[in-house]
């Protein structure tokens, strides 16, 4: 099999069996095909597109490119949740303990961030000494003990897909919706999951800028497991300002923090039942989604949620006496109220620019060799459809670094867009596709 002929085939718009997929995705992650004959490919996926089933193939195969997780030796069904990315989207600390305070085993294998704020792994070390390193044997103990883990990833996770990734960036071919589909669900199969709950993102602040982006990316990454019989729901969900209210890593703990005690913002609340009720019906715990919101409702109503994620910090480390005193957290030095110049409605709010802010405060990575400050961020103070007079706190600046402070304080205001009249309010759930 020779790569040349792999590559014009796709060219001419043939589809590629099985066999010449693994042997790309083998040979490139070997060394042996050399990046210019794997760009091509790309190139010619990206304007060619794939199949359904050459979609799955090369998804199955970047997912046997390294290490596999095998988890059947934890009890029950084990359903993963991915978000696509987006701003102040905290639902993993809030879905986590709902979900796994009802019994159902939730294992994750999570990233650090790169961009606006941390990733998963860097919020959950707000809490001192809380950590992800773990051996396999320990991480299936604490899943069977008290139903709730995040592990970092291994190195090893889907080699082919990270170092595809890198080829993709400099090469003009991330947004082919095929490979997006294949990157995701490559990871999300290598990790173990039985089952998986997609929140796919839409708007100015994701990765999918149109609903109708986003609907053909959740419609492939459902297909695709199908297709590898994993069930798989997507959720379309609005990214068209941050989530909840807080953006930054401590900022956000203490807000799923306040959620689990039923005290959060509302919508990420009510994306966080949504989420939760889809993984209790895949995971068989509840029969329909109503069921499953009924169930995560009276979780948190009881304190059942709140003790869960106590029980998941103690488990990996972490100082449990944050969770009952959230002053305990990283503070910053400099707390500043950023004040409307106008009155109004809000509009919009620029999530993607509010991120970059936070990222430039220090709660992000432009590169991953960066320090985070967990305790910088951003807390909003007003949202989209709500009334402002002049002189109202549209937002609070926390910062460590006056001059970045000041900085950010220009951009907020340029990032909160007012009009005279309320125009009406997005949906925060889309679609829900199965």
């Not at 002929?5 to 010449?20: A, F, M, P, V, Y």
């Not at 701003?87 to 993993?92: E, I, L, Q, R, S």
Request: aromatic share 6%.
């Amino acid at each position: 099999m020779r790569m040349y002929d792999i590559i014009l085939k796709k060219r001419n718009g043939e589809q590629l069996t099985t066999e010449e997929l693994n042997f790309f995705v083998d040979n490139y992650t070997n060394g042996n095909i050399p990046d210019y004959q794997a760009s091509a490919l790309l190139m010619a996926i990206y304007f060619q597109k794939m199949s359904k089933k050459e979609t799955s193939d090369l998804t199955m195969a970047m997912a046997n490119s390294g290490d596999v997780l095998d988890l059947s030796s934890i009890n029950g069904i084990k359903v993963d949740k991915h978000s696509t990315g987006g701003v102040g989207d905290t639902t993993t600390l809030v879905l986590g303990p709902m979900v796994a305070s009802l019994g159902v085993p939730v294992a994750k294998m999570s990233g650090r961030g790169l961009g606006h704020t941390g990733g998963t792994i860097d919020k959950l070390e707000s809490f001192k000494g809380f950590s992800v390193e773990m051996s396999e044997e320990k991480f299936i103990e604490n899943v069977n003990k008290i139903k709730l883990v995040v592990g970092g990833q291994t190195g090893n996770l889907a080699p082919a897909d990270k170092k595809l990734y890198a080829l993709r960036d400099v090469t003009a071919t991330v947004d082919s919706i095929s490979l997006i589909a294949s990157s995701i669900m490559s990871k999300k199969i290598a990790s173990g999951a039985d089952a998986i709950v997609l929140d796919v993102k839409v708007g100015q602040g994701a990765f999918m800028k149109t609903k109708e982006e986003a609907i053909e990316l959740a419609s492939e990454m459902v297909e695709i497991g199908k297709n590898l019989n994993k069930k798989t729901v997507a959720i379309i969900s609005d990214m068209d300002q941050p989530l909840g209210l807080a953006i930054g890593n401590a900022l956000e703990v203490k807000e799923a923090i306040n959620t689990l005690k039923g005290e959060g913002p509302k919508d990420l609340f009510h994306l966080c039942l949504t989420l939760g009720a889809n993984m209790l019906v895949l995971s068989k715990k509840a029969d329909t989604v109503k069921e499953g919101e009924k169930l995560l409702l009276q979780s948190v109503k009881s304190g059942k949620a709140l003790e869960k994620l106590k029980e998941f910090v103690k488990a990996q480390g972490g100082d449990t006496s944050f969770i009952d005193n959230t002053e305990n957290f990283p503070k910053a030095n400099y707390i500043i109220a950023v004040k409307s110049k106008t009155k109004g409605y809000v509009k919009k709010i620029c999530a993607e620019k509010i991120g970059l802010i936070a990222m430039e405060l220090g709660a992000g990575r432009a590169t991953k060799e960066e320090k985070i400050d967990l305790s910088v961020g951003l807390v909003l103070n007003k949202k989209r459809g709500d009334k402002v007079l002049v002189g109202d706190i549209l937002c609070y600046i926390h910062a460590n670094d006056m001059q970045k402070a000041k900085k950010a304080e220009r951009e907020i205001l340029d990032s909160y867009k007012i009009s005279q009249t309320f125009t009406g309010d997005i949906p925060l759930i889309y679609n829900i596709l199965k």
